[in-house]
């Protein structure tokens, strides 16, 4: 019986504000307007020099290295790797890969697949051969490239592996999570023995993990039919096929040489020590810690998880007030709040002290669970202490000046109401409740209302 024998070369854009070798803003969004972020150095622009290389691109590297368990390097220079493209006007793309050089990383594990290296790079420009343009903007943005081992058995393996490890990357706000992952894909058929039965093959440019487990299946059954040679090809989504693009490059092709403009990136222990101590507890760990130390069962564990802000909140909410009964206020209104706006927990400014003492106020029955989900509402963007803006008022003495003034303002309805309209005596009741935000005692104010119109 043939098995599938396959490995990932996986891209995933860093999150830094700025470009990899110039100070240009790295904007990663679609439909953005074209070549509005770019200078000299990331245009190829003849005599253009390299900037030394973003700090915080490399600190980022080194995280996800870490978080991959591998080694990290300590001496790494940077490499140029030839290629004539449009979208590469300076003739070559800085890079840590290829040959002769010095991964980031290397001899990782993830999730029980081998990594067998890490590298930082530039991104090339984009070219759109229909129209013969070329945007700038992704030019010189820093991409990260991880490499796996040929370890994958199927395409559902792929499919699984690729989302935790996305997930993984997102708790620690390395990569840019809108932008995707793409990915190279090497595929071969091998028997029970592990003997090959087909040549690899390299499939380029897959721009979705969805892409990536139908080009593998594509590609399992084709060469399970018509056998291989070593080539690269790619993957027309629209048509779920793979076509061929070349013969297999040899890394000689690229004249790969180390760039004389650019300095080698110098790591040191310290350096290396403090970006892994960045590094945050992992999702598997927190379903854990969810499942076990909260009692929180598996479908909201997974659901909390999902956001490494959200769980994090619900961690320290849950170790003030008892986290089943947090859980709710979390996961179901909390997220629609933030749904509403439009929001993501980073994007506002909710404290920890305010969330917990609303679902206290909520707990020892001091305001209802409907005025605790109206106040939440008013959290966004900015929380407040809902004890004192927000608390039921039940005090007469607080309430009669702002009745009497209602009074004072609706004469009118009043002598409608002592002429025997009752619906009278409801609107007088909604004014109250607007004037003082919802928050007055309903029985208190018809009580009152009642006393000091008799009066
Ligand atoms: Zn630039």
Same mark, same amino acid.
């Given at each position: 019986?043939?098995?599938?024998?396959?490995?990932?070369?996986?891209?995933?854009?860093?999150?830094?504000?700025?470009?990899?070798?110039?100070?240009?803003?790295?904007?990663?969004?679609?439909?953005?307007?074209?070549?509005?972020?770019?200078?000299?150095?990331?245009?190829?622009?003849?005599?253009?020099?390299?900037?030394?290389?973003? *700090?915080?691109?490399?600190?980022?590297?080194?995280?996800?290295?870490?978080? *991959?368990?591998?080694?990290?390097?300590?001496?790494?220079?940077?490499?140029?790797?030839?290629?004539?493209?449009?979208?590469?006007?300076?003739?070559?793309?800085?890079?840590?890969?290829?040959?002769?050089?010095? %991964?980031?990383?290397?001899?990782?594990?993830?999730?029980?697949?081998?990594?067998?290296?890490?590298?930082?790079?530039?991104? %090339?420009?984009?070219?759109?051969?229909?129209?013969?343009?070329?945007?700038?903007?992704?030019?010189?943005?820093?991409?990260?490239?991880?490499?796996?081992?040929?370890?994958?058995?199927?395409?559902?393996?792929?499919?699984?592996?690729?989302?935790?490890?996305?997930?993984?990357?997102?708790?620690?706000?390395?990569?840019?999570?809108?932008?995707?992952?793409?990915?190279?894909?090497?595929?071969?058929?091998?028997?029970?023995?592990?003997?090959?039965?087909?040549?690899?093959?390299?499939?380029?440019?897959?721009?979705?993990?969805?892409?990536?487990?139908?080009?593998?299946?594509?590609?399992?059954?084709?060469?399970?039919?018509?056998?291989?040679?070593?080539?690269?090809?790619?993957?027309?989504?629209?048509?779920?096929?793979?076509?061929?693009?070349?013969?297999?490059?040899?890394?000689?092709?690229?004249?790969?040489?180390?760039?004389?403009?650019?300095?080698?990136?110098?790591?040191?222990?310290?350096?290396?020590?403090?970006?892994?101590? *960045?590094?945050?507890?992992?999702?598997?760990?927190?379903?854990?810690?969810?499942?076990?130390?909260?009692?929180?069962?598996?479908?909201?564990?997974?659901?909390?998880?999902?956001?490494?802000?959200?769980?994090?909140?619900?961690?320290?909410?849950?170790?003030?007030?008892?986290?089943?009964?947090? *859980?709710?206020?979390?996961?179901?209104? /909390?997220?629609?709040? /933030?749904?509403?706006?439009?929001?993501?927990?980073?994007?506002?400014?909710?404290?920890?002290?305010?969330?917990?003492?609303?679902?206290?106020?909520?707990?020892?029955?001091?305001?209802?669970?409907?005025?605790?989900?109206?106040?939440? @509402?008013?959290?966004?963007?900015?929380?407040?202490? %809902?004890?004192?803006?927000?608390?039921?008022?039940?005090?007469?003495?607080?309430?009669?000046?702002?009745?009497?003034?209602?009074?004072?303002?609706?004469?009118?309805?009043?002598?409608?109401?002592?002429?025997?309209?009752?619906?009278?005596?409801?609107?007088?009741?909604?004014?109250?409740?607007?004037?003082?935000?919802?928050?007055?005692?309903? @029985?208190?104010?018809?009580?009152?209302?009642?006393?000091?119109?008799?009066?």
């Amino acid at each position: 019986m043939v098995k599938l024998k396959c490995g990932l070369e996986i891209h995933a854009y860093l999150l830094t504000n700025e470009k990899l070798f110039c100070r240009c803003k790295a904007s990663r969004e679609r439909g953005l307007e074209s070549n509005i972020n770019i200078c000299p150095t990331c245009t190829g622009q003849p005599g253009a020099k390299p900037m030394s290389p973003n *700090l915080n691109a490399v600190e980022k590297a080194v995280q996800i290295a870490s978080m *991959l368990g591998c080694k990290v390097n300590s001496n790494l220079p940077w490499m140029r790797k030839h290629y004539d493209w449009p979208d590469l006007p300076k003739g070559y793309q800085n890079t840590m890969s290829g040959a002769h050089a010095v %991964p980031l990383g290397i001899n990782g594990k993830f999730e029980n697949i081998n990594i067998e290296s890490m590298h930082l790079e530039e991104d %090339p420009a984009a070219w759109d051969p229909k129209t013969g343009e070329t945007d700038y903007n992704r030019s010189g943005l820093p991409l990260v490239e991880i490499v796996t081992a040929p370890e994958f058995k199927s395409a559902d393996e792929v499919y699984h592996w690729v989302n935790k490890l996305v997930h993984a990357l997102n708790y620690l706000k390395a990569v840019d999570s809108n932008a995707g992952v793409k990915a190279d894909v090497n595929v071969s058929l091998i028997d029970d023995s592990g003997k090959q039965k087909t040549e690899r093959v390299e499939v380029k440019n897959i721009t979705s993990i969805d892409a990536m487990k139908a080009a593998i299946i594509y590609e399992f059954e084709r060469q399970s039919k018509e056998g291989s040679i070593r080539e690269t090809r790619r993957y027309d989504e629209s048509k779920g096929i793979t076509m061929r693009m070349r013969s297999k490059e040899k890394e000689d092709d690229y004249r790969f040489i180390e760039d004389p403009d650019l300095m080698s990136v110098e790591l040191n222990k310290n350096f290396i020590d403090n970006q892994r101590k *960045l590094i945050p507890e992992l999702p598997s760990v927190k379903l854990e810690k969810l499942i076990k130390k909260y009692k929180i069962d598996a479908k909201n564990a997974a659901i909390l998880a999902r956001d490494v802000d959200i769980v994090e909140f619900f961690e320290k909410v849950g170790d003030k007030i008892d986290g089943k009964f947090a *859980l709710p206020w979390i996961t179901v209104e /909390l997220l629609r709040v /933030l749904n509403y706006n439009n929001k993501k927990l980073n994007d506002v400014s909710i404290s920890v002290e305010h969330f917990t003492k609303l679902l206290h106020m909520v707990k020892d029955k001091k305001i209802t669970e409907l005025q605790a989900k109206q106040i939440l @509402n008013k959290f966004v963007p900015q929380s407040f202490d %809902p004890s004192k803006t927000e608390g039921k008022i039940e005090s007469e003495k607080e309430l009669e000046p702002i009745i009497k003034k209602i009074l004072k303002e609706h004469e009118k309805v009043v002598i409608d109401y002592i002429n025997g309209d009752v619906k009278s005596f409801n609107y007088l009741i909604g004014e109250v409740m607007r004037a003082t935000n919802r928050r007055a005692d309903s @029985n208190i104010v018809r009580k009152l209302l009642d006393k000091l119109i008799k009066k």
